[in-house]
């Protein structure tokens, strides 16, 4: 049995009007055209749905029950079609991405009141979390994509490169670093280090890029705002990608850029492997690779 949703708009065209001639007009056929649609609907479901004569046309009792069901069908299609729209026209819906902490303070906000502008209609989730659970997030579709430095090569993610982030010394301003010319891993190493806790991705490639020089761990700390308050109070020196470098805006404080091989924190954008983005996330995801983070100047004495 088919029915489509000309044929039932036909019929409540039908109902309402309660004239062919009428009813034939809103559905733009002709009057023979829009009579013989009807008879194929009441042959189709092989009850009689309107009783009529030269001068009246009424619903039979079939047809009375059959009204209410097409109206709430066609209220349901019609909601759903207006909501399609809605999202695939970015006149509504909803963003969700995750991304790590530092990102999320410092590069995000900017880049979400751009969005926000274009589509003031669409939501915006975030989860700020370390890269490990932003994967997490993605692959389980809480988050559309996510902002990952670590763990993106994975067969069932897809990532790209969003950007090279560089580290940085920062130390107090009348450190002996900051005013040395060239600083080398030695250097590095043999000043008290406050370090980030090993769930960040940052403190386990540092590791692995002062190897074999060891390192001089005064403290481990969660949040770099401990990070910040610790160093300005001269207890030691650390090495954060610069993307960071908006938490330790001080006047007490300077940053110097690092040049050695392998210490560069690399940014991906990441999303499920062979699955497409919904409208508003693949935008996001367009504008981020649009306003790509830039390189932050360091801060050093002048």
């Not at 751009?114 to 975030?126: K, S």
């Not at 043999?190 to 403190?203: D, N, T």
């Not at 490639?205 to 001269?234: D, W």
């Amino acid at each position: 049995m088919n029915l489509s949703t000309r044929d039932l708009r036909a019929f409540l065209a039908l109902a309402e009007q309660r004239s062919f001639t009428r009813a034939a007009v809103q559905c733009h056929l002709s009057q023979s055209a829009f009579s013989s649609l009807i008879r194929a609907i009441e042959d189709t479901l092989g009850y009689r749905l309107f009783d009529r004569d030269t001068r009246n046309v009424e619903l039979t009792p079939q047809g009375q029950l059959l009204e209410s069901s097409v109206r709430r069908m066609l209220n349901d299609f019609d909601e759903m079609i207006d909501d399609f729209r809605g999202h695939a026209t970015l006149s509504k819906g909803r963003v969700s991405i995750a991304a790590l902490p530092s990102i999320a303070a410092g590069w995000l906000p900017g880049i979400f009141a751009e969005f926000r502008r274009r589509y003031p209609a669409i939501d915006i989730e975030l989860a700020d979390v370390l890269s490990a659970p932003s994967l997490e997030r993605v692959r389980t579709g809480r988050a559309d994509f996510a902002l990952a430095s670590s763990g993106v090569q994975a067969q069932d993610l897809e990532a790209r490169l969003l950007c090279n982030d560089r580290f940085h010394l920062v130390c107090k301003a009348d450190h002996p670093l900051a005013r040395q010319r060239e600083i080398s891993l030695r250097d590095l190493s043999e000043a008290p280090f406050i370090h980030l806790a090993r769930s960040h991705s940052v403190r386990l490639q540092l590791e692995r890029a002062f190897h074999p020089y060891p390192m001089k761990t005064v403290m481990e700390v969660e949040q770099l705002a401990t990070v910040t308050g610790m160093i300005a109070a001269g207890i030691g020196i650390t090495v954060v990608p610069a993307l960071t470098l908006y938490e330790f805006e001080r006047p007490d404080l300077v940053s110097r850029p690092l040049r050695m091989p392998g210490l560069v924190r690399r940014i991906y954008l990441v999303k499920r492997r062979g699955a497409s983005l919904p409208a508003a996330a693949q935008q996001l995801y367009a504008l981020m690779l649009e306003r790509k983070p830039r390189r932050p100047a360091a801060r050093s004495r002048g």
